[in-house]
């Protein structure tokens, strides 16, 4: 297992890790979760994560990384 060092302001790690205890799991699993959400290695069903990544997993299911393709989404969205 890597380890992996980031810059996140107090107040959001505080919350995070109240969300993440209140759930009986780690910030870093939660973290993991979401980075393999967004690099396509997530988990294959919905109900293997939390609920807020498994929201943005079907939110995000179509929309391409692309600046422009995602403003054309949103544009096309909230019409």
């Known amino acids: 297992m ?12 505080a919350r995070a890790k109240g969300y993440a205890s209140s759930r009986g799991t780690s910030v870093s699993r939660l973290v993991e979760q979401f980075l393999a959400l ?4 997530g988990a294959e069903e919905d109900d293997e994560l939390p609920p807020i990544l498994a929201r943005l997993r079907t939110d995000l299911k179509g929309v391409s990384a692309d600046p422009a393709k995602y403003l054309k989404y949103l544009e096309r969205k909230y019409r």
């Open 2 to 13: 890597a380890k992996l060092t980031l810059n996140v302001d107090e107040g959001i790690v």
């Open 38 to 41: 967004l690099s396509g290695a």
